[in-house]
């Protein structure tokens, strides 16, 4: 629920921060501990990548979609939609 809709909106490295951040304390409450060192591999244990890497995948999987779909609105900003894309495989 935390990520519902991120990738069809820009975030800012502030946002991304916040995400991280709300993650990670999480992480520091469920398992009782403070030192970051220790919230990463908790983390990394969990399967639970890093908020950009996940939202660089969903975004991917988004305009992948979006490109392939047929109506007006997706063909008037499909040129946007595959650069993006380009540029997030880059």
């Not at 990738?7 to 501990?33: D, G, H, M, Q």
């Amino acid at each position: 629920m935390l990520l519902y809709g991120t990738e069809a909106c820009p975030l800012t490295r502030t946002r991304l921060s916040s995400l991280n951040y709300v993650i990670s304390s999480s992480f520091r409450e469920i398992f009782n501990v403070r030192l970051n060192e220790i919230v990463f591999l908790c983390r990394s244990m969990y399967n639970c990548s890093n908020i950009e890497d996940i939202l660089r995948i969903r975004k991917r999987r988004f305009l992948q979609k979006y490109c392939t779909l047929d109506n007006i609105v997706c063909a008037l900003c499909r040129h946007q939609a595959e650069t993006e894309l380009v540029s997030l495989e880059t």
